[in-house]
């Protein structure tokens, strides 16, 4: 398959799931209401706690901020891949489109790139409000940033490839994602900082990746450290990457080679 081809499969997704979200625009109106509501009550939740209250060293209120609405995005770009399997086997076209010239992978790549895309605009927003209407401090290295971004998208596509093979394998993978959710986010430190947990949980955290971007992502848009004392994080997020994305193809292959074989591709 040439690049041209790619990009033209791309646009022909992201222009479907453009008509879509426009057909259903009060959603995001109700969306952005509220995340506002949210952010709301974070914001007198930190006025509330005090400024004394300085988690990892920052201010409680852009602490919640950042956390929260990173978390959020990296949580929504895997559960994309899952959703994607999900609805072809609701809709009986997961056959069709696995039989198709197009890499399996790659189809369920294209279709959750643009809800990557969605949930992206959705961060920016949220991190706007909470700068504008709230008042938040960023202090961004842009590179830092951008590098962690990078990486923890990276993550994210590792992890979901991997929730679309659990999808596939069972048959309902969104029960079990949502439970690892639930875990990462009381492990991950997006409300709390990690060192509040038990020492045995704090080693826990440490092995999971989003612990690691929530980290990287703070440092470098809330304290704008040079991206020298962003190593750690960096490396740490790139060896998951090495070791995530190569792990979770091969595991969505062989998923779909075994779903193939016996019959329960489209089974939901």
Request: proline share 4%; net charge positive.
């Amino acid at each position: 398959m040439n690049l041209s081809s790619l990009l033209d499969k791309m646009a022909a997704v992201a222009r479907r799931d453009l008509l879509t979200a426009i057909r259903y625009r009060t959603g995001f109106l109700a969306l952005a209401g509220s995340a506002t509501v949210e952010l709301a009550a974070f914001y007198y939740l930190s006025r509330a706690v005090g400024p004394a209250f300085r988690p990892q060293g920052f201010d409680y209120f852009p602490f919640l901020l950042v956390g929260t609405g990173f978390y959020a995005f990296l949580v929504k770009g895997v559960n994309a891949f899952l959703t994607t399997v999900a609805d072809a086997q609701q809709t009986g076209t997961l056959e069709v489109l696995m039989t198709t010239a197009t890499p399996p992978t790659l189809l369920i790549f294209m279709s959750a790139v643009s809800a990557f895309a969605g949930s992206a605009l959705e961060l920016v927003l949220y991190l706007a409000t909470g700068l504008i209407v709230f008042g938040a401090p960023l202090h961004p290295n842009w590179l830092g940033c951008a590098v962690i971004f990078t990486l923890s998208l990276v993550l994210a596509i590792a992890i979901g490839i991997g929730a679309a093979a659990l999808q596939l394998a069972i048959q309902k993978g969104s029960a079990v994602l949502w439970l690892l959710g639930s875990g990462t986010w009381l492990l991950t430190g997006t409300l709390f900082p990690v060192s509040s947990l038990p020492k045995a949980l704090r080693s826990f955290s440490a092995l999971i990746p989003i612990t690691h971007s929530l980290d990287g992502m703070r440092l470098a848009l809330l304290q704008g450290v040079p991206f020298a004392f962003l190593g750690r994080e960096v490396v740490t997020l790139g060896l998951f990457c090495l070791l995530l994305l190569p792990f979770s193809l091969l595991v969505f292959s062989y998923t779909l080679r075994r779903a193939r074989l016996e019959g329960t591709l489209s089974f939901y």
